[in-house]
């Protein structure tokens, strides 16, 4: 019984600890952060799984509330945007953690390289058509924030376009928040070395050829151009509404079990009610019995 | 083991009797189909329960093959239409059966009651903007169907209007079959008594009053009109591409086994290939081991 207490009690602690343990700040600095440690869990791989699988459901079970107070009028929804080198995870979060809320309470948008159509307007505009509604958890798999990381690294957009980009974000994201979106940003954070072992195995298994594209190697020749991009983007728009969360990424079960705890405790601290009765319900029991 | 041997071959065998067990025709009868009857299935609750967990992984495996091919241009996708009266479980489909697919590869849509935007064009204007692309699962929570529905029943469209949407829908979905898009149309079939209990527990449940509406009861006194209304608009859309399946939902667990079944057949129909690769394997190995 008092095993049973201890698994029960795990994902509560680490629920108290991920926010603190994982936040960034104006003037952090991404190299002091090992991309295979764990912060804030002191758990192993098999207490994270089974920690991931309590997470889920209650995430399930929160996002239906919020779903059911937005059809009463509540505005509150989250937003999580996950960005990442390749390989780091983005696709199992979604698969893993994402995957355990009911579909019908998710609005999924993963952002390819902009259409002409969109490359024409202001960077923010597509953006902007995918956010999500009451109730709902948005998610982005890649974001605006492509555009001051892969435009700064790979000379994009002029240097004075992505310097004006970062304001241009705090102002939307605050915007964000003021409509009452939660916003939480991810950087899952992957090794260089790690990331070879993951594109080895794309390379090693047929059924994993098709994730596999040869440009993916020449991204890793500026690895450090990325690494500096990333850490200017989350120093520079790291907000009290909009904060940056760096998520170690080697580990795959602490990377999905961290996300899920950020989720939750968005969604906790939202604490959505299940709306009141706009009807009679004795009054309604007699017409269903007479019907 | 031999018990193991039973339990592991029911879904194929389940899978091989669904289609023929559920198809509708050109002159079924709505009234013949015992809605807590389970066709072509003789487990009960439990292995029922079982055999949705492995047709899900299998849907899920199913799905991603079909997603990996569209990325090499393979145009196939599949769409699942869901019809049914309230409560009959549509939402529990999208959570149990949807819910076993990444979410990445799937397309949902829920339709309310149309916009004004909506309302002023043609029905098929606003679902012609929800179809699924090449390599995703389209779910259709409602859809057209409605307009030759309650639009039928409550009068809200002219009869001769009904009338040409029969024939709208036909050719609209025989194009879709054309653009290699696998369409699945689902009527979950529940008895009138079975949604009195489901709508009596919404009224008990105070966490499940958000989903009930007084109207729902209206709806109960014209049920007769919206049976013959499903009759007439299965009979008449019943086409060798766009099949109808109509899936007793009086026991939730049968009904959540039979779709899933259903696409997973559909999927497996279509049989997805993992693509080969369109680079040298052997030299982008020697790349990532130098990079």
């Given at each position: 019984?008092?095993?049973?207490?201890?698994?029960?009690?795990?994902?509560v602690?680490f629920?108290?600890?991920?926010?603190?343990?994982?936040?960034a700040?104006?003037?952090f600095?991404?190299?002091?952060?090992?991309?295979?440690?764990?912060?804030?869990?002191t758990?192993?791989?098999?207490s994270?799984a089974?920690?991931?699988?309590?997470?889920?459901?209650?995430?399930?079970?929160?996002?239906?509330?919020?779903?059911?107070?937005?059809r009463?009028?509540?505005?509150?929804?989250?937003?999580?945007?996950?960005?990442?080198m390749?390989?780091a995870?983005?696709?199992g979060?979604?698969?893993?953690?994402?995957g355990?809320?009911d579909?019908?309470g998710?609005?999924?948008?993963?952002?390819?390289?902009p259409?002409?159509?969109?490359?024409?307007?202001?960077?923010l505009?597509?953006?902007?058509?995918?956010?999500?509604?009451?109730?709902?958890?948005?998610?982005?798999?890649?974001?605006?924030?492509?555009?001051?990381?892969?435009?700064?690294?790979?000379?994009?957009?002029p240097a004075?376009?992505?310097?004006?980009?970062?304001?241009?974000?705090?102002d939307?994201?605050?915007?964000?928040a003021?409509?009452?979106?939660?916003?939480?940003?991810?950087?899952?954070?992957?090794?260089?070395?790690?990331?070879?072992?993951?594109?080895?195995?794309?390379?090693?298994?047929?059924?994993?050829?098709?994730?596999f594209?040869p440009?993916?190697?020449?991204?890793?020749?500026?690895?450090?151009?990325?690494?500096d991009?990333?850490?200017?983007?989350?120093?520079?728009?790291?907000?009290?509404?909009a904060?940056?969360?760096?998520?170690p990424?080697?580990?795959?079960?602490y990377?999905?079990?961290?996300?899920?705890?950020?989720?939750?405790e968005?969604l906790?601290?939202?604490?959505p009610?299940w709306?009141?009765?706009?009807?009679?319900?004795?009054?309604?029991?007699?017409?269903?019995?007479?019907?």
């Amino acid at each position: 019984m008092s095993k049973k207490q201890k698994s029960k009690s795990r994902p509560v602690s680490f629920a108290d600890a991920a926010r603190s343990a994982l936040a960034a700040s104006a003037d952090f600095e991404l190299g002091a952060i090992d991309p295979s440690s764990t912060p804030g869990y002191t758990g192993d791989k098999a207490s994270g799984a089974r920690d991931l699988v309590a997470v889920g459901r209650e995430l399930g079970e929160l996002q239906e509330r919020l779903f059911a107070a937005s059809r009463a009028g509540a505005p509150q929804k989250v937003l999580l945007i996950l960005q990442a080198m390749d390989t780091a995870g983005k696709g199992g979060i979604v698969r893993h953690v994402i995957g355990a809320v009911d579909p019908q309470g998710v609005k999924l948008h993963a952002f390819k390289a902009p259409t002409a159509a969109e490359a024409k307007r202001d960077f923010l505009w597509r953006i902007n058509k995918q956010l999500p509604g009451p109730g709902f958890i948005g998610v982005f798999d890649r974001s605006h924030y492509e555009d001051v990381l892969i435009h700064k690294v790979r000379g994009l957009s002029p240097a004075e376009e992505i310097e004006r980009r970062y304001g241009a974000i705090n102002d939307f994201e605050a915007q964000l928040a003021d409509k009452d979106t939660t916003v939480i940003k991810v950087m899952l954070h992957i090794s260089k070395d790690e990331q070879r072992a993951r594109l080895a195995e794309r390379l090693e298994r047929e059924d994993k050829h098709w994730k596999f594209n040869p440009a993916d190697i020449d991204e890793r020749e500026v690895w450090a151009d990325y690494m500096d991009a990333y850490e200017t983007a989350i120093r520079r728009t790291h907000m009290p509404d909009a904060p940056w969360f760096v998520v170690p990424a080697d580990r795959k079960w602490y990377a999905r079990l961290a996300v899920a705890t950020l989720l939750a405790e968005a969604l906790k601290a939202i604490d959505p009610q299940w709306p009141a009765a706009d009807f009679d319900v004795a009054e309604q029991k007699r017409r269903l019995a007479a019907s």
